[in-house]
């Protein structure tokens, strides 16, 4: 499985990409920020949107946020992708919206 975009025009943090391999090992670029982690989900922010990373046994065993890239290990179950517009919604917190 392999997403491209490049919307922005620019290299780096700038375009994001994401590929999985046999649903175990995740090579994402356009990684802006961890938001959280724990063996079951992963939380970042991406240049796209938040995105959630749920399995298990997950890890993140490589990150470098100046190049904005991140590897992640595990058995990966789901990627699923929220707009930065429905995160921005007032009175909410951000975990409340994303796992209620």
Known sequence: MEYNSNSSG??????????LEQRRE???????????FD???ILL?????????KGNGLHVSRLNLDKG???VEGLVDSLVYTDKKTLA?????LLTRLFS
């Open 45 to 53: 922010e991406t240049v796209e949107g938040m995105l959630t990373i």
């Open 10 to 19: 620019t290299v780096g943090v700038g375009k994001h990409r994401l590929s």
């Open 39 to 41: 063996e079951n989900t």
């Open 26 to 36: 995740c090579k994402i670029t356009g990684v802006v920020e961890v938001q959280s």
């Open 69 to 71: 890239e991140a590897d």
């Open 89 to 93: 919604k007032k009175g909410e917190g």
